[in-house]
């Protein structure tokens, strides 16, 4: 643009126009003039936008995928850890549980509650029993919905949870994996039992925390007397006596021991009955007749155990305890019937009766039971 070009596109006032402020107008002008050429004539040295993007595209996928191994190692580990990887060995239990196997214990001490269930071992377990719970609904192809969550409130599900793990740990039981067992069944027990102290009390979902328990219960009962056909005879011995030190230990809670009680004198007069019409040569009359015996001896060592702490719970219902007594006599006169073919059975019912009549003499709340009971348990 010229000099004239510029005066010729400058508007004209009528007052004239100062000759200072033209000039000032007119460089103002060839300065952008030259300026808009020089950006004209300079050449592009850029890549085209396209090629630009698919760089951008390409660097976001390669760390995408980076991050996908990284998370599928991690799920990985989390999944194919062992038990013994879960469960680090500073963490595993000092306390004896199973040292008194089939052992009675006259010394047992009222609280005798294994303290040491603190929160990291709570979320260890917990861990556990997802894990299982995923590993289940995987081989099952059953879409459930996920009961564990450190942050779910609703702790029946947990319970529930871990009975099933405690129950479907027995099912698997092997003496290759007999330590890892002991560990784990020590943490069921001690989570079932903490998860009863803080839900009883409340007086919530009593109904479906008793189903709860007496499925329990009955689980461990069957697994106690019916092991499976293809276990070593070490292997049945273990089994039978760890799930009778199971239901043991979780019969310190009187909402689980009184109901274990009623559980397992039912089925003794049941297996009393069926003894009496089987013939001894028959496959199955071994495992009934040790079945008895291990009946027996449980009764005796929850009585034994925990009658004298059931007694002071505030909790403690004395029309089950007059329901689970009753349930006892019947159970021993069920088994009156077999003295012609073995009078053990009778002699050691006869010692269990014992030990409750001494057990009620001495404890002044259960005097209080019907007479007619008290002179059954008495004769």
């Known amino acids: 643009m010229s000099v004239a070009d510029a005066r010729s596109q400058m508007p004209v006032a009528s007052g004239g126009i100062d000759d200072r402020s033209l000039k000032l107008a007119i460089a103002i002008s060839l300065l952008r003039s030259k300026a808009i050429q ?19 595209w390409k660097q976001k996928a390669k760390e995408r995928k980076q991050e996908l191994i990284r998370l599928r190692e991690d799920l990985k580990q989390a999944e194919d850890a062992s038990h013994d990887d879960l469960f680090s060995q500073n963490a595993t239990c000092k306390c004896f549980f199973f040292d008194n196997l089939a052992k009675s214990n006259p010394k047992r ?3 005798d509650i294994d303290n040491r269930f603190n929160d990291v071992l709570r979320r260890r377990f917990l861990r556990q029993v997802r894990y299982r719970e995923r590993r289940r609904k995987l081989d099952s192809g ?9 942050n779910e409130v609703d702790e029946v599900e947990h319970l529930r949870s871990s009975v099933d793990f405690l129950v479907e740990l027995c099912d698997t039981f092997s003496p290759v994996g007999e330590a890892t067992f002991k560990i784990w069944a020590h943490q ?3 989570f079932i039992l903490a998860s009863l102290k803080d839900l009883l009390p409340r007086g919530r979902n009593v109904e479906l925390i008793e189903g709860i328990v007496t499925s329990l219960i009955m689980r461990l009962i069957r697994r106690m007397c019916s092991p499976l056909k293809d276990e070593s005879e070490n292997s049945v011995f273990n089994t039978r006596f760890y799930t009778q030190q199971l239901v043991r230990e979780l ?6 021991g009184q109901r274990a009680v009623i559980s397992v004198s039912q089925r003794i007069s049941a297996a009393g009955e069926s003894l009496l019409f089987m013939d001894p040569f028959d496959d199955n ?8 015996f291990i009946m027996i001896q449980l009764i005796e060592f929850l009585i034994s155990d925990y009658l004298l702490i059931w007694s002071k719970d505030e909790n403690f219902n004395s029309l089950l305890f007059e329901e689970w007594v009753t349930s006892i006599l019947h159970a021993k006169k069920a088994l009156k019937l077999l003295e012609s073919r073995n009078g053990l059975y009778l002699l050691y019912m006869d010692r269990v009766t014992g030990e409750l009549a001494n057990q ?3 404890i002044q709340g259960l005097r209080e039971l019907k007479p007619d009971i008290l002179d059954d348990l008495v004769h």
């Open 38 to 56: 020089k950006q004209q004539k300079q050449p592009v040295v850029s890549n085209p936008p396209s090629d630009s993007d698919a760089l951008r």
């Open 109 to 111: 001490l009222e609280h």
């Open 142 to 150: 059953v879409h459930r919905k996920r009961l564990l969550d450190f």
């Open 188 to 190: 069921a027990v001690n």
């Open 251 to 256: 019969g310190r809670e009187p909402f689980i």
């Open 285 to 292: 009359f071994p495992s009934l007749h040790e079945s008895l």
């Open 360 to 362: 009620v003499s001495n």
